[in-house]
């Protein structure tokens, strides 16, 4: 299980700010960037909050990302 520090971290390499996870969770910015950097473990609500976004997040990633190109040759090639 991933901590709440490495859900704010994916997060955050994938492009989004403190400001828009807080948006996005109901969580402070403050609290997110406490979270961040070490400074609180965060409140177990936080983390399934974190988690459900980090889940949508990338689950709605995936549905965006183009298919490989192998299965674009095998698709073309049958």
């Known amino acids: 299980m991933k901590t709440a520090k490495q ?3 994916e997060l955050s390499a994938d492009g989004m700010t403190q400001g828009q ?3 996005k969770t109901g969580i ?3 609290t997110i960037s406490r ?10 609500s936080n983390w ?14 995936s549905r965006r990302s183009p298919a490989p190109a192998a ?6 090639a049958a």
Not at 48 to 61: G, K, N, P
Not at 71 to 76: A, D, F, R, W
């Open 35 to 44: 979270i961040q950097s070490g400074v609180s473990e965060g409140r177990a």
């Open 21 to 23: 996870i807080a948006g």
């Open 48 to 61: 399934h909050r974190l988690h459900d976004l980090h889940t949508c997040h990338f689950s709605d990633a």
């Open 71 to 76: 299965q674009s040759t095998e698709q073309e």
């Open 28 to 30: 402070t910015q403050a």
């Open 7 to 9: 859900l704010i971290d």
